[in-house]
């Protein structure tokens, strides 16, 4: 058993508000464990100017770590974002702009921004799965507002993390698991079930094919449930 008494297969508990904000397009903060991350999307009419003559739309996103989310005082000024953050922060406009039909958003960028609030592993999964509903969310109001005809999103999208720890496949590591782990991965995949990410690292011993199967399946199945929460918080 799991510090958290979890089955190896089984998710964190997870929660997710939104409208958490009041001036933000779409808002969602997500709990998953003792993770908990803000997710805001904000509309812009216009596109960075190495859009301007393309005739489609953009959604890009920021990470950062509020400066109390870790156990150590972080750097709170996004200004001086690190490797990491600047990595995390791809990812998550990777998995949205894969789900969203960027002509049919038009010449407007959606800003996607994450903030950790607590970290105890999965921040970069949570922010995906989050952000998802955020987007959701505030391209909706663009449709109620008339800009839109429909939604420009073509599927659903959600992240979670898995891992060998102790020779054992978990799901949804939390911070104990992740940094003693052998092989840290983070997967995310559409509602379709295609993927749009796969980020698996060895930390010490190589990994076999066989185990590399069992995590993408225990992962697959994690995305699974992430993606009905999802849709409950949408309904």
Do not use: H
């Not at 999307?41 to 953009?58: I, L, Y």
């Not at 990777?94 to 999965?122: M, N, S």
């Not at 590591?173 to 060895?202: R, W």
Request: charged share 30%.
């Amino acid at each position: 058993m799991r510090v958290d008494n979890r089955s190896a297969d089984v998710l964190r508990p997870v929660r997710m508000e939104r409208n958490y904000l009041k001036n933000a397009d779409g808002s969602v903060f997500i709990e998953t464990g003792n993770t908990r991350v803000l997710c805001a999307a904000t509309v812009s009419e216009k596109v960075p100017d190495w859009m301007s003559d393309k005739g489609s739309g953009w959604v890009t996103a920021e990470y950062g770590m509020l400066p109390a989310s870790t156990s150590e005082r972080r750097n709170g000024s996004r200004a001086r974002r690190d490797s990491r953050s600047l990595e995390i922060q791809r990812l998550i406009g990777r998995c949205l702009r894969a789900v969203t039909d960027l002509k049919a958003l038009g010449p407007r960028t959606v800003w996607i921004d994450c903030d950790v609030i607590d970290a105890d592993g999965g921040t970069r999964t949570a922010s995906v799965t989050g952000s998802y509903v955020a987007l959701r969310d505030a391209l909706d109001k663009l449709v109620a507002k008339g800009k839109l005809k429909k939604t420009p999103l073509i599927d659903e999208v959600a992240a979670v993390s898995v891992g060998i720890v102790n020779g054992e496949a978990l799901l949804d590591l939390d911070y104990s698991e992740d940094s003693s782990a052998q092989v840290d991965m983070n997967v995310a995949m559409t509602g379709a079930g295609k993927f749009v990410e796969v980020q698996g690292t060895a930390e010490g011993m190589p990994f076999s094919y066989t185990e590399f199967n069992e995590m993408i399946e225990i992962a697959r199945r994690g995305i699974e449930e992430l993606l009905l929460f999802q849709r409950k918080c949408l309904e």
